[in-house]
Every structure is written in structure tokens, then in C-alpha cells.
């Protein structure tokens, strides 16, 4: 009796350790890399979703790595165990401009991911100096177009730099629209929209959330932005694809695991994170960044990110631009 006793004992003791052991399993945290810096609105909004899925799915700890216009972050992620434990952002940058920006890429954007949701678009917006615009009077896209076609070489346009989103954007609409404009590259957002806001140059492509202060305040005329439909931020204001058809050159960002990753593993963090992205106080905290959260299956993430790779080679290839 006292054998069978210890015998119970014993395996009763080992049921406990290895629940224990499953338990602690299960628990371990989630690493999301985020590719950037902490403070700006891609670190803000993966800090917003990782508490709301903490309770679907433990805890997820935020782990900024910047650098290499975003390279180094989505490399990790690249090559991290397809477990589960470690996802991270993919956004326009890492996934659709860089591979053709940079001479050499440490990871392969169309195939080292397993996309699992888009998380967000932020439209940018075609705006003027107010003043600017009153006086060469341009209120639509088709004005501006008019007057760089009678006007052959006399506008430019600023951008934070070659390679950013400014710069492709306005290579992208000088191609659509079949017109001439001076690309005048400053070092970074800031300075380039201060240099509209001071004369210096025509027109910017900036992001709506940099931009809005000073459309509210009157220094700068919001003429479209380059979403397909009019933002929920600025719904006053057409989209160029109302002029010049299929224009789009939004910026985005979505989460994604290393490939090979098992898809009941995907299938899970998506659920979760579609969920707290449809929470009604998810997308008024994003309606304060002026981002707008788009929650949506793998396979569509994934088809939607093929398109923008294949988009941004022809708009990179078009300007020239390369970072070695």
C-alpha cells in the first residue's frame, strides 16, 4: 500500500509539473518588432493593439529596431523561429519600396513573411501654400494639371528626401498626368513642408497626419488625397484617382510572421488582432492619428502586398533613385 501510495503520489506530482510546464508554455510573451523608432504612429498603434489582444492571446511585448529605412527590424522578424513568438510590422517601406531602393536587401520581402493582417492606411495628401494656390488659382487636381502643361518647367515640388514616399508620389503623378515638375529633395518630412509653408516650392505629397495642422490653420490648401476614395479624415477634400484613374499611393502597415509559420498559428493572431482592430475604441484612438485601421484576412493582406511590390518597382525605376 505504502508503494502504491508513493507510485500516486509521484505520478500525481509529475501531472502537476508538466501542466505547470504547459501552462508556462503557454504564457511565454510575443515579440512584435517594430521596425521603427519608438514614438511615431507605427510604434503608437502596435502599442494600442498589443494591450487590447493581450487577453486573446498573453502578452506581447513591443521591441523597436530601427534602422536601415526600416531593414534591420523586418530582417529579424525574417529570420526568427516560425513559432508564433516573434511577429512584426510590415509597412510600404520595408515590404514594397525598399526591395527595389536598395542595392542589397537582407531579406526577400516576397517571400520570407507570412502576411497576417493589415493594420493600417494613413492617406497622404497633394497640398500648396495657400497663398500659392490663390495666386496661380488652383483649387482641383485637373487646375494643376492645366497650369504645369501652359507652364512647362516652372513648378517644382518638395520631399524629405530621394526614395521617400513625397518623392515617388510626385514621380507617380508627374507620370500619370504627363507633366513636368522640378524634384527638389530637403532632409526629411519636416523641412520639406516647411519649405512649402515659406514659398520655397509649389507642391508636397505629405502625409495627412504631418499635413493637417496646417491645412486647419490655412497655410496649406489640401487640393486631393492619393487614397482611391476620399478619407474619413478629410472628407471634403476628392482623391486624385478622380482625375487621373487608379491613382493610389497610400501609406500602409500590417502584421506578419516568418514564413513557414504553421497557419492555425496565422489563423489565431489574426482573429485576435482583427478583433481589436474593429473595436470601436481602437478606431477612434487611430482617428486621432488620422489613421484608418483596415482589418483583413491573410490571403488578402498577402495578395495586397504583391500588388504594391509589383506597383513600387515601376515607381522607383521611374525616379532613378537607389540607396547602396
Same mark, same amino acid.
Do not use: C
Given at each position: ?140 487636381? @485637373?487646375?494643376? !494639371?492645366? +497650369?504645369?502643361?501652359? %507652364? *512647362? #518647367?516652372? &513648378?517644382?515640388?518638395? =520631399? /524629405? ?19 513636368? @515638375?522640378?524634384? !527638389?529633395? +530637403?532632409?526629411?518630412? %519636416? *523641412? #520639406?513642408? &516647411?519649405?512649402?509653408? =515659406? /514659398? ?22 489640401? !487640393? ?101
Amino acid at each position: 500500500m505504502k508503494t502504491r501510495h508513493f507510485l500516486l503520489t509521484l505520478l500525481a506530482g509529475a501531472a502537476t509539473l508538466a501542466a505547470g510546464h504547459a501552462t508556462a508554455q503557454q504564457q511565454r510573451p510575443i515579440r512584435l518588432v517594430v521596425p521603427y523608432a519608438a514614438g511615431g504612429p507605427i510604434d503608437v498603434t502596435a502599442r494600442m493593439l498589443a494591450e487590447r489582444v493581450k487577453d486573446a492571446l498573453g502578452p506581447v511585448i513591443i521591441d523597436n529596431k530601427p534602422g536601415a529605412g526600416g531593414n534591420i527590424g523586418a530582417d529579424i522578424v525574417a529570420k526568427a523561429p516560425p513559432d508564433g513568438l516573434t511577429i512584426g510590422i510590415a509597412a510600404t517601406a520595408t515590404n514594397a519600396v525598399n526591395p527595389w531602393l536598395y542595392s542589397k536587401m537582407p531579406f526577400n520581402a516576397a517571400t520570407d513573411f507570412a502576411p497576417i493582417t493589415q493594420m493600417v492606411r494613413v492617406p497622404n495628401v497633394l497640398v500648396m501654400n495657400a497663398e500659392t494656390a490663390k495666386r496661380l488659382n488652383i483649387e482641383t487636381v @485637373a487646375d494643376l !494639371i492645366r +497650369y504645369a502643361k501652359a %507652364n *512647362p #518647367a516652372k &513648378l517644382n515640388y518638395g =520631399s /524629405g528626401g530621394n526614395g521617400s514616399a513625397g518623392h515617388l508620389a510626385g514621380e507617380l503623378f508627374k507620370k500619370e498626368a504627363g507633366i513636368f @515638375a522640378l524634384h !527638389i529633395p +530637403y532632409n526629411g518630412g %519636416n *523641412p #520639406a513642408q &516647411l519649405a512649402l509653408i =515659406s /514659398g520655397q516650392v509649389d507642391f508636397n505629397f505629405d502625409n495627412l497626419a504631418t499635413a493637417a495642422p496646417n491645412i486647419r490653420s490655412g497655410k496649406l490648401k489640401a !487640393i486631393a488625397v492619393t487614397t482611391l476614395q476620399r478619407s474619413a479624415s478629410l472628407p471634403e477634400v476628392p482623391p486624385v484617382a478622380d482625375t487621373l484613374k487608379g491613382f493610389s499611393i497610400d501609406t500602409w502597415w500590417g502584421l506578419v510572421a516568418p514564413a513557414g509559420t504553421p497557419h492555425d498559428v496565422v489563423v489565431k493572431l489574426n482573429q485576435a488582432f482583427v478583433a481589436a482592430l474593429n473595436a470601436p475604441e481602437t478606431k477612434t484612438r487611430f482617428a486621432s492619428l488620422l489613421a484608418e485601421p483596415v482589418g483583413n484576412s491573410p490571403e488578402q493582406f498577402s495578395a495586397f502586398m504583391k500588388t504594391e511590390l509589383a506597383k513600387y518597382e515601376k515607381v522607383v525605376k521611374a525616379t532613378g533613385a537607389k540607396v547602396d
